[in-house]
């Protein structure tokens, strides 16, 4: 008898200190009103405490993680120079830009790219009404789609044109270039941009077009029509359809694209700039317009990948979301799974389950991307194409591609210097 009540008092006891534990640790006081006021506790609570929170506090518990080092669609982006390309001593009269989502074929990969090889470096979108048929207006004006290969991703053999840009009056006659690829039933489709005038003439204006190949090697035939349309006059994507990226998932081919609009291109300093869906059962179409397009309010090139049961996308330099990792899991409405810096430009990521009709994508590694500014703008302006590595992936688990402190050396900020804005500061300062 006295054994069971000793433990039953141990028991009281043991019980009565754990409350009054979780009683501290959630400091839960009473006030006037009989609403329950707590003070967030020391212990980040990994699910959404029932009681009034902040809108940021509601919004922490948004992420795919309550921190961004565990949250799987952060990550930092490290970069490496690509060997077997040459820019003839980069004096802007070849450039390369815009590469397509890398491929393995037979143990090797295989990438596509916009290539521009021209007497003179491009003059500006602004004197497009000045470029002939060897002087270009823009970096991707009188350009063809090349293709090269690689065992390991860092080293290239460039092998080639892969489709070069047809003769008056085909569609693309002027320019073919930001290309990417779909594998398909074990059939390759190149879709690119089509240009039938400089761009800059009028805008950049130019509709997304097709070839298709038995070969990643070739040879491609030109279907010599749009892909996808250009919207009607006053739609969104009345004036392009760019930047195709390709997905196959519930057994059809989602088509991720850019349009950039808003008065543009008269009116340049308005532009605005968002992300298109199209969807088809063939890769010869009809690509079907998304309802709900636009479906990315930010961005400029489409980097788009199979993530868990949905699709992510990268969103870069334009919009009030720029910067960002997002996510949709119906593919089309996307939201911020995470803020992301050092972000790679015209981005295709290799990803395996591109076109397998993935129902969990298991997310990146690695891809490829363009620097635009590799030369010197209206002097030697070329791009280069680059390899870019991160950890977006369920099957990888890299710390150091998860932190969030990043430090660059000051000459880095110092190099965004204040320019011609100096002598207007130190006026304002007086
Ligand atoms: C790229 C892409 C499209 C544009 C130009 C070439 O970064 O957005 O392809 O037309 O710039």
């Not at 250009?230 to 081919?253: A, F, N, S, Y």
């Not at 009116?267 to 690509?287: D, E, Q, T």
């Not at 430009?345 to 395996?352: D, I, L």
């Amino acid at each position: 008898m006295k054994t069971l009540i000793s433990k039953t008092a141990i028991t009281i006891v043991l019980v009565g200190s754990m409350i009054s534990c979780a009683e501290k640790e959630a400091k839960i006081e009473k006030t006037s009103e009989e609403t329950v006021q707590t003070v967030f506790p020391h212990k980040l609570p990994t699910e959404k405490p029932s009681y009034p929170l902040s809108s940021a506090m509601e919004r922490m518990y948004d992420y795919p993680a309550l921190r961004a080092q565990d949250n799987e669609l952060y990550s930092l982006f490290k970069y490496s120079e690509l060997e077997g390309f040459d820019y003839n001593n980069h004096d802007g009269t070849i450039s390369r830009r815009d590469p397509s989502r890398p491929i393995l074929v037979n143990g090797k990969y295989y990438i596509w790219y916009t290539k521009r090889v021209t007497k003179t470096p491009p003059i500006g979108a602004k004197r497009a009404a000045e470029a002939t048929a060897v002087i270009p207006s823009t970096d991707w004006d009188l350009c063809d789609l090349w293709y090269a290969t690689s065992e390991d991703g860092f080293k290239w053999k460039e092998e080639g044109i892969a489709v070069s840009r047809p003769a008056k009056p085909e569609l693309g006659w002027r320019s073919i270039a930001t290309p990417d690829i779909l594998v398909w039933e074990g059939k390759y489709y190149l879709y690119f941009q089509a240009f039938n005038e400089p761009s800059g003439l009028r805008g950049d204006w130019c509709p997304i077009s097709m070839a298709y190949s038995d070969s990643p090697d070739g040879p491609w035939t030109h279907t010599d029509k749009p892909a996808i349309e250009l919207g009607k006059k006053g739609e969104w994507d009345q004036d392009q359809t760019q930047d195709p990226h390709l997905i196959v998932r519930d057994g059809k081919i989602y088509l991720y694209y850019k349009a950039a609009f808003n008065k543009w291109p008269d009116v340049r300093n308005k532009y605005v700039v968002c992300h298109g869906l199209a969807i088809a059962n063939s890769p010869f179409g009809p690509f079907e317009k998304h309802p709900l397009n636009p479906v990315l309010n930010s961005g400029h090139e489409t980097t788009f990948f199979p993530f868990k049961e949905g699709i992510a996308a990268l969103a870069i330099k334009d919009g009030n979301e720029r910067e960002t990792m997002q996510y949709a899991q119906d593919g089309v409405n996307f939201k911020i799974a995470s803020s992301v810096s050092l972000t790679p430009t015209a981005t295709g990521f290799y990803t395996p389950d591109a076109f397998t009709n993935t129902k969990y994508g298991r997310g990146v590694t690695w891809g490829m991307c363009h620097f635009i500014n590799a030369g010197v703008f209206g002097v030697n302006q070329h791009s280069i194409i680059a390899r870019v590595d991160c950890d977006l992936s369920l099957d990888c688990d890299e710390p150091s591609m998860k932190l969030t402190g990043v430090w660059h050396k000051p000459d880095v900020y110092f190099k965004q210097g204040l320019g011609g804005l100096r002598k207007k500061r130190e006026e304002i300062q007086k």
